[in-house]
T-cell receptor
Framework: GAGVSQSPSNKVTEKGKDVELRCDPI?????LYWYRQSLGQGLEFLIY????????KSGLPSDRFSAERTGGSVSTLTIQRTQQEDSAVYLCASSPRSGPETQYFGPGTRLLVL | ELKVEQNPLFLSMQEGKNYTIYCNYS?????LYWYRQDPGKSLESLFV?????AVKQEGRLMASLDTKARLSTLHITAAVHDLSATYFC???????????FGEGTQLTVNP
């Protein structure tokens, strides 16, 4: 079956602009996660959704970052007023439910802020 | 705060040799994951270890978990070039679902 998909695959933006990153989880997966991967910081957790609610958003680095999930499926991560330090690969993962299930990762969105 | 440490961070080995990657973590957990990442690609799940003493094997890779020592190992047997990749361990705190990742071990298998 189809895996986790993300779009766009690459995004180049200018400092100060807003960006939206999209994640389509595996069908039927109720848990959805956002992480980012950068050279300096490694892999960091950002936010976790169970259904449409976000029980854990403690990893969002600033109030410029927000995310939503609608219909228990697609999620959008929005970064407002982007900064150069936001440049990273943003990875989305999903699992059948929260807990001990494997998290399946999407291909990521590579964001470059100039 | 949960900390996850891997060692070594870089490993260059010859085909046919055996080696072990270590993953230590700092707080109680009974859920540990190993992932593989090829350059420019996403993370591929290798193993999920859910209990003390758990051992799983797939091909030339074997993972184990000792929750008392807060240690997991990924053992590579008779390495082949196709195993060249970065390997990450990740730990979930018992009370939550977020994963905390180690720094990754970049493995290069030389012919």
């Amino acid at each position: 079956g189809a895996g986790v998909s993300q779009s766009p695959s690459n995004k180049v933006t200018e400092k100060g602009k807003d960006v939206e990153l999209r994640c389509d989880p595996i069908s039927g997966h109720t848990a959805l996660y956002w992480y980012r991967q950068s050279l300096g910081q490694g892999l960091e957790f950002l936010i976790y959704f169970q259904g449409n609610s976000a029980p854990d958003k403690s990893g969002l680095p600033s109030d410029r970052f927000s995310a939503e999930r609608t219909g228990g499926s697609v999620s959008t991560l929005t970064i407002q007023r982007t900064q150069q330090e936001d440049s990273a690969v943003y990875l989305c993962a999903s699992s059948p439910r929260s807990g001990p299930e494997t998290q399946y990762f999407g291909p990521g969105t590579r964001l470059l802020v100039l | 705060e949960l900390k996850v440490e891997q060692n070594p961070l870089f490993l260059s080995m010859q085909e046919g040799k055996n080696y072990t990657i270590y993953c230590n973590y700092s707080t109680t957990s009974d859920r540990l994951y190993w992932y593989r990442q090829d350059p420019g690609k996403s993370l591929e799940s290798l193993f999920v270890l859910l209990s003390n003493g758990a051992v799983k094997q797939e091909g030339r890779l074997m993972a184990s978990l000792d929750t008392k020592a807060r240690l997991s190992t990924l053992h590579i047997t008779a390495a082949v070039h196709d195993l060249s990749a970065t390997y990450f361990c990740a730990v979930a705190e018992t009370s939550g679902s977020r994963l905390t990742f180690g720094e990754g071990t970049q493995l290069t298998v030389n012919p």
